[in-house]
């Protein structure tokens, strides 16, 4: 079973507070499947990052374990899950989210049950709140139905008319959106920094409480480039939108998420003529997006030369 990274196009961070962001799953992610095993429990193993777990350990994967097998219970029927990821961990590409919902599918194929994927959703949000404390709930949305999503809390904001879907979460609403006349590849640079979602989320919100009237106007502003961005991607407004990604970048430092890597790679991005780009997912290292439709392979190939690990990722 496999579930999608994203990468968060505008609005990390501020999404946390309520205010929109628009994510896209990218065509890769974390494969899980089920193997038997002669225990009497379920196992899991992450050998790229040399993890063996059970339902006895105190960590993350203990914990995530014991709740997935309260929570779709079939006794006598165990395994373990065997778990490989076609994105870097800890790097803004939604990984734990991806994890979280190819585990959920695994097991539901092992026991030949089926789940609406609402309910789907909704475990994987568990499963993320042991990850991450106060998740908004978009990298699980994104890695449960794919495509483009928007995500806001309707009291700040009414989802457009034109969404394909709506999807309640715990804390905030989600609208999947129709897919792109054709899609748009986006360069991602990994800066193979690794960083921690929690506390990056915990940094914001110490520097936020401190000036919370600086910061509001700065939230409102990238909540607005997310509103905005997927009518200019339908309309393939690209300098337009590297203006707003640039924006937000400055905005993300100005949140003390971004790290001298990242603004290296946003100069060398735009140097090598990109329209736009920023910084994606938590920040403080992981991978930067840049815009530059028709572009990407002369540009990534430059950024390849000053030493930048890079792939493209279609969109939309
Ligand atoms: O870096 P990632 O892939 O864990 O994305 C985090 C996105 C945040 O907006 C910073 C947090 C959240 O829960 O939305």
Redesign the pocket.
């Known amino acids: 079973m496999r579930a999608y990274g994203?990468i968060?196009l505008f609005?990390?961070?501020?999404?946390?507070y309520g205010y929109p962001?628009l994510a896209a799953a990218l065509s890769t992610g974390i494969v899980c499947h089920i193997e038997p095993t002669a225990q009497s429990k379920f196992t899991l193993s992450l050998p790229q990052i040399h993890v063996q777990a059970s339902r006895e350990d105190e960590g993350a994967f203990g914990q995530i374990l014991r709740l997935l097998e309260e929570q779709i219970p079939h006794p006598h029927h165990y395994g373990q899950l065997v778990i490989h990821s076609e994105i870097p961990f800890?790097?803004?590409?939604?990984?734990?989210?991806a994890l979280a919902v190819a585990m959920i599918r695994a097991l539901l194929e092992w026991h030949g049950i089926s789940w609406p994927l609402q309910k789907v959703n909704e475990m994987a949000y568990c499963v993320?709140k042991i990850f991450?404390g106060?998740?908004?709930?978009?990298?699980n949305t994104v890695a449960t139905y794919g495509g483009l999503c928007l995500?806001a809390d309707p009291s700040k904001y009414q989802m457009p008319e034109y969404i394909s879907e709506k999807i309640v979460l715990s804390k905030f609403v989600a609208g999947r959106l129709p897919l792109l006349p054709q899609p748009i590849p986006i360069i991602v640079v990994n800066t193979q920094q690794e960083?921690e979602?929690k506390k990056?989320?915990e940094h914001?919100r110490e520097v936020y409480q401190q000036n919370p009237h600086y910061y509001e106007p700065i939230f409102a502003a990238i909540g607005d480039f997310a509103t905005r961005g997927y009518q200019m991607f339908m309309e393939n407004r690209y300098q337009e939108l590297g203006n707003m990604m640039d924006i937000n970048h400055h905005h993300l430092q100005t949140m003390q998420?971004s790290s001298p890597a990242l603004d290296q790679a946003w100069q060398d991005a735009k140097a090598a003529g990109a329209c736009g780009a920023k910084l994606?997912?938590?920040?403080g290292g992981?991978c930067l997006i840049a815009l530059a439709p028709g572009e990407e392979k002369r540009i990534m190939q430059q950024l390849e030369k000053k030493g930048w690990q890079c792939f493209v990722a279609e969109i939309g």
């Open positions: 994203k968060i609005g990390e961070h501020v999404v946390v962001a800890k790097a803004g590409l939604g990984s734990s989210a993320e991450h106060t998740p908004s709930g978009i990298d995500v960083r979602t990056l989320v914001v998420v994606t997912g938590a920040g992981g």
